[in-house]
């Protein structure tokens, strides 16, 4: 599962700037689907 709080600290840090939270959001979900394109659960 997803640490919205340890995505958005990562995002900033590597970008320099601060992202939404459905921004954050929807990179979690992203993040959270394998190689295969499968789900990871």
């Known amino acids: 599962m997803c ?3 340890f ?3 990562i995002t900033e ?5 601060e992202f939404s939270k459905p921004t954050v959001s929807g990179l979690c979900k992203k993040q959270e689907v394998g190689p295969a ?3 990871l659960e």
């Open 3 to 5: 640490k919205m709080g």
């Open 7 to 9: 995505i958005s600290q």
């Open 13 to 17: 840090e590597l970008c320099g700037t």
């Open 37 to 39: 394109g499968k789900r």
